[in-house]
């Protein structure tokens, strides 16, 4: 059996294409949910998938606001090393956003393989800062590849739910 986490939080734009990847997944895959409290993850994933969080914000507002998420993202980093350890954790994926950065920094920490997907044109900060920890970054928009050159990316186009195809 391989145990992926997945590491997608906040909206529709990281979520759906995470759950498209995780119910694409072959039935004997168990899957490992990272996510944010508050956040739309915490409404729509438990009845599907284990859902684990941790504290973390994105980096808007002033720099103190800044230096305090960072810190908030860097200390989390912990709490998910433990989490791939205790569930052992066969491979990360990521749709970005910020909770992909304590996910790809663990799960090198770990060793294990990370697969960063990336939907937009323009790469999110942290697939710029991070994509290069990945062992692969999957994208949207094979032009996104130009703003990404010190990472192994592959053209993939955005994962959709099968029901939003009928």
């Not at 979520?15 to 739309?40: E, N, S, T």
């Not at 970005?96 to 294990?112: D, K, L, W």
Request: hydrophobic content about 45%; some cysteine; overall charge positive.
């Amino acid at each position: 059996m391989t145990r992926v986490l997945i590491a997608a939080s906040g909206t529709g734009g990281h979520i759906f294409p995470a759950l498209a990847v995780a119910d694409a997944f072959p039935p004997d895959w168990q899957v490992q949910w990272l996510g944010v409290p508050d956040r739309l993850e915490t409404s729509i994933l438990p009845d599907r998938y284990q859902l684990s969080t941790i504290a973390g914000g994105g980096l808007q507002g002033n720099l103190f606001r800044k230096i305090f998420s960072c810190l908030q993202l860097f200390a989390s980093t912990f709490g998910v090393v433990n989490l791939l350890k205790k569930r052992k954790i066969d491979v990360v994926f990521s749709t970005g956003g910020y909770i992909a950065a304590p996910a790809i920094m663990a799960a090198s920490i770990c060793r294990i393989p990370i697969v960063v997907h990336e939907s937009n044109a323009q790469p999110g900060k942290v697939v710029k800062l991070m994509g290069r920890f990945c062992d692969v970054v999957a994208l949207g928009f094979a032009e996104a590849s130009f703003k990404l050159n010190r990472c192994r990316t592959v053209f993939t186009g955005t994962p959709v739910r099968s029901s939003f195809l009928t």
